[in-house]
């Protein structure tokens, strides 16, 4: 198959991707009456029984036995779970309580809270139109905050989380897969989730039954709606640019936002559209600046060869 063949692939897989993730706003308003620890907890073990199955098709599940013997590594992922944990349970929150617009202003965010972590954690030295952008996103929480009358946790927990678990991701390094990696964030889960199903069910606030027959199956599907996404994720990522990728991401935002204004009925205030204003001119920069040094980039690349050849007559 050609590069342009896998280009477009790619190109399609991640717009499908990130087209899920935009609809979640109202797969997760759909399981209501279930409480945000309920979804979760569903969402983490019919993922995992979902990522068994394929392993256990495509013969990789040995992987676990190396992971669970090194003791280094598993704490990482340990870490890692726990922070998408808190992502998954607060942006449910979100949804179930009306505030789907805040859940996608974290997401929004998210990239600018990613580069600092970068500044603060692992050093990274930022251009100086990054920045800019840092400072304009930091404008846009504090104008925020003072609109609410209290911090946007909803919005910064998304943003922290998602980046910390970015960082996680990244500590951990490429020799998982991204079903190999779901797959051991949620086996570090499960226990929790199966805890928390039982105590559910004990003390009557389980909504499996008694909210139609519809409900259990959804529920269930929780799975299915975490691993899709996140392979087709990860199938676009081999076969397109990081740039391309990093300009498909606003889709899900934007579809969240959209979701939230104009299907689950959430209003938007002025103040609300400044502060989010704010932020998209802060991704424009970083967006512009990320184009900008991919060029650079790639022209450097493209000069090596040339400039070796004419130094080296031979």
């Not at 569903?42 to 392993?55: A, F, P």
């Not at 424009?284 to 450097?300: E, G, I």
Request: aromatic residues 10%.
């Amino acid at each position: 198959m050609s590069n342009e063949d896998e280009t477009r692939k790619g190109t399609l897989y991640g717009f499908l991707a990130y087209l899920a993730w935009g609809m979640f706003p109202l797969y997760f308003h759909a399981l209501i009456p279930a409480g945000p620890w309920e979804i979760l907890a569903h969402r983490i073990l019919w993922t995992l029984l979902l990522c068994v199955v394929l392993l256990g098709v495509t013969r990789h599940l040995g992987f676990l036995r190396s992971l669970f013997g090194d003791l280094k590594r598993l704490g990482a992922i340990s870490i890692a779970a726990v922070l998408i944990a808190i992502n998954w349970v607060v942006y449910v929150l979100a949804v179930t309580t009306g505030h789907v617009t805040e859940a996608a202003l974290g997401y929004f965010l998210n990239p600018l809270v990613t580069v600092m972590l970068g500044v603060l954690v692992l050093g990274e030295k930022l251009r100086r139109m990054q920045w800019l952008a840092v400072a304009i996103g930091v404008i846009a929480c504090v104008y925020l905050a003072v609109d609410y009358g209290s911090p946007p946790w909803i919005s910064v927990g998304l943003a922290l989380s998602f980046a910390a678990y970015g960082l996680m991701k990244k500590r951990v390094g490429g020799r998982l897969t991204a079903l190999e990696g779901l797959t051991a964030e949620t086996v570090v889960l499960a226990p929790f989730a199966a805890v928390m199903l039982v105590w559910l069910g004990a003390t009557g606030r389980s909504t499996w039954s008694g909210n139609g027959s519809w409900h259990p199956l959804l529920l269930a599907l929780s799975g299915v709606a975490t691993a899709i996404p996140l392979l087709l994720f990860a199938a676009a990522a081999r076969r397109i640019p990081l740039s391309t990728i990093g300009l498909l991401q606003f889709m899900t935002p934007v579809m969240q936002l959209l979701c939230g204004v104009l299907v689950l009925g959430e209003t938007m205030s002025a103040g609300r559209w400044v502060g989010l204003g704010l932020v998209w001119i802060a991704l424009v920069v970083l967006t512009a600046d990320s184009l900008a040094q991919a060029r650079r980039t790639r022209r450097a690349r493209r000069a090596t060869p040339l400039e070796t050849s004419a130094a080296d007559p031979t």
